[in-house]
Nanobody
Framework: QVQLVESGGGLVQAGGSLRLSCAAS????????MGWFRQAPGKEREFVAR??????????YHADSVKGRFTISRDNAKNTVYLQMNSLKPEDTAVYFC???????????????WGQGTQVTVSS
């Protein structure tokens, strides 16, 4: 089992920044691909970014909608993954979820463990 706890959400004006954190506990953190998803009211859960290890190299992938504005990173020593969000837009408003899984992918079904989510609200 892997337990995930997100933090760092909040209310921010358009153009502002937030950094989300996801603290993991349980099984070996570095063995898992980590992802961030988001879900706005009335919409499906949407992939945001993922990160995994290949040897000693960290490999990241970001959705086109956030590329150049958001950056995913991880600190294996702290069992934590981050999502730095810059140049936020009102359409980024959603509940953001952290996820962990053994498969590398961009759909929720690729991930086995989920956090409870943290609300991000961007005002115009």
């Amino acid at each position: 089992q892997v337990q995930l706890v997100e933090s760092g959400g909040g209310l921010v004006q358009a153009g502002g920044s937030l950094r989300l954190s996801c603290a993991a506990s349980g099984r070996t953190f570095s063995n898992y691909a980590m992802g961030w998803f988001r879900q706005a009211p009335g919409k499906e859960r949407e992939f945001v970014a993922r990160i995994n290890w290949s040897g000693s190299i960290s490999i990241t992938y970001h959705a086109d909608s956030v590329k150049g504005r958001f950056t995913i990173s991880r600190d294996n020593a702290k069992n934590t993954v981050y999502l730095q969000m810059n140049s936020l837009k009102p359409e980024d408003t959603a509940v953001y979820f952290c996820a962990a899984g053994k498969r590398i992918g961009v759909i929720p079904q690729n991930y086995d463990y989920w956090g409870q989510g943290t609300q991000v609200t961007v005002s115009s």
